[in-house]
């Protein structure tokens, strides 16, 4: 780290933290006595103060506001009054954050993430950037992320490598979600939904107490809605260009793409053996089938046609496959002609999966608590896509089918010594998964074209022992270092055949039956130092660092492809400031960071390509190789808030600045003597330099029938790409959207009704963008929902 980069951190740190204790200053006035240092403030009561959130990201339960981390925590009130039902969505009030459900290509996965670091490609042979847990148990893939939020008591968002405390791929940071445990009170809710597009969504949840210490709590949710983007048959739309119409005129609505049809069911038990034993098992199951998501052509000019053409006449790609704002001519077919048999795709996602955890918790001694968190995860994901959105055969992908199971151990030890002078954590992990991918391409767009089915084994492991431990020096003031190791391998073997399983020519037949393999190990580790001044204020300064997991090229175009790539790497220096001001009318949280990203996993545009005896040869292949050739600086900072002016009155807020630099890209990625791939001016993929949220809601009384709580919420992101290669074909603009609900409770709060309206501006905007070459000449993006509303009525028994 340089002296201009500390001094510029320092400029900024001290800007925050010198807001934060002016406005500390201010209310010591209007504030009690503080506390002993180090001691929790009592809980916000029904007078309008913040509330408390207690977090568990350093192993043991602390205020979110005792905790030097940047963690965005939320629970599950606030989720609701936002109308949040999937984890996707939390990311719009969350700095620094952006999570995203992925395009038809990449299928039901999840594009996330933080700081500039993260993934969005699904594949199996890759490795998230965002650590994806629910109940302290790991999903390590971005397949079957974008997770509902069931009966959830809260999520925390950890900014920042958590190389440490979170482990592999937690080097942007963590999304960590938990759900509401039994407690045997014979309570539950009920709640339906029904709105735009015929849709519906129920919910539910019972609480029950069998015996004494024993316990169990059973959820479901079914959520159903039409789709957005209407996929046309443009030779219906467009009589007489020579392109056959499918449907007859007047009939050419063939789909809606878009579409929500998911459910989901969670049983819990919980043991309470004695005060020193708990046992809890959770299991639960998801479907998940629907038209692919949306997408629209957003460019269209490919040379080529003659490769891609089945129709009688020529039939050039361009423009005029661009139908409009949400409407595409995808007709998931590909005709016969030529060398080419036909290849149709069905147009669907079928996601499955289940998953099972057992955690014990064992209380040894007053000073020292055992965990053990077992866990298996099966899922089984079918989908397909259509890239060029047109009645050519420019291209399909699918039918797809990832199979996937892992089977996670993690076991920690927690104690303190000398009266909690010194706490800390010491523990191991193992993870065993196995993901089998099928694919079938069909790439004429390619020279020659690019016809094959796969069937890859992948399997991987990873095992780590860590420790953590906080010093308490003195009050107030204390002290925390953590460790970890990991090792890690993976295996990746290539098939290569016809859809009737035959050998096929060329490359495809040298690879068919390659492997590659990937071994490698990495320490993290982190220091923080962290002070609380008094009951209102808390600073800290941290040094951490994350990786993300290497691996083998998974899209090999010849044997020399066949090619390991090593981990990405993070290390950041980070200030920050928690406070409570005002007799904690105000919650005000500041963070401010530089990085050094090393490592960067970037796909090389043009790959070296070897005889047996290590010669060069002139053969060119296309290019999809990830390799380790990249070096970037980042840094930024993180403001949240939240505002308890009067009772009943909550104003929240949040504003993040990224600012990513590449400092070096090899030339066969990049860089000035290779235009045609990345260059240092660019940005990594959903990397907002701005994002901001505001949301405000006040609850009116209504004497004996009850309160009304109209809310508003609006968030900002500004320019992203939806690729490592910054282009105008994959530029999402900024975008503002603004949700609103207006909620009625009774007297009794056990009854709610809710009305939303969701992009009630009805801004037309982009979740994702995507080209599948320079060369293909297509480039297509996945639209937002329009403007939306639903009714809902909630009943708590």
Known sequence: M?????????????????LVLAATAASAQSTQAAQPAGDPAPAAADSGKTEEIVVTAQFRSQRLQDTPLAITAVNAAMLEARSQVNVSQIAAQAPSVTLKPNSASYGPSLAANIRGVGQFDFHPA?????????????????????LDLLDVDRVE????????????????????????????????????????RSRYDFRGAFDLGITQGLSARFSGVARHQDGYVDRLDYGCVHPGEGIPAIRDTGHCLLSKQGEVNYQAVRGQLRWEANDKIEVNLNADATREKHEIAASVLTYANYNGAANINPFPTPQPYNSRFICGKFCNYATYDSPAFGNYSESTIPGQVDYKSYDLAGTIDWRITDH???????????????????????????????PNSLKFHAFTQELRLNGDIADKKIEYTIGGYYLHQYSFYTSRQDLRYLAGGLVFVSGDPVPAFTKAVFGNATWNILPGLSATGGIRYNNEGKDYTYRRRDKNGNLLSGQNALLDGQSGSYRGSHVDYRGALQYRWNEDLLTYVQYSTGFKGGGVNPRPFSVQQVQPFGPETLKTFEVGAKSDLFDRHLRLNVAAYTSRYNGIQLTLSSCPQFNPTGVPVTAVFPCGLPANVGKADIKGFEVETTLRPVEGAIIDGSVSYTDFQYKSISPQAGGPTNLAGVQDYMKPPYTPKWKWAIGAQYAFPLGRLGSITPRVDASYQSKIWGAAVNSDRTLIKAYTVANARLTYQNRKQDFELSFEVSNFTNKYYYLTAAEISAAAGVANAQPGRPREWALTAKKKF
């Open 2 to 18: 340089t002296q201009g980069n500390l001094a510029r951190l320092a400029g900024r740190g001290t800007v925050a933290l010198g």
């Open 126 to 146: 890759l490795e998230p950037g965002v650590g994806i847990y629910v109940d302290d148990v790991y999903y390590s893939t971005l397949t079957g992320s974008v």
């Open 157 to 196: 968002v950890l900014r920042g490598p958590q190389g440490t405390l979170a482990g592999k791929n937690s080097i942007g940071g963590a999304v960590k979600i938990y759900s509401k445990k039994p407690e045997g009170t014979n309570k539950g809710y009920i709640s339906a939904t029904g709105g735009s």
């Open 368 to 398: 020292l608590k055992a965990t053990s968190i077992t866990a298996y995860r099966h899922y089984l994901s079918i989908f397909s896509n259509e890239d060029d959105l047109s009645p050519l055969a420019h291209g399909l992908g699918g």
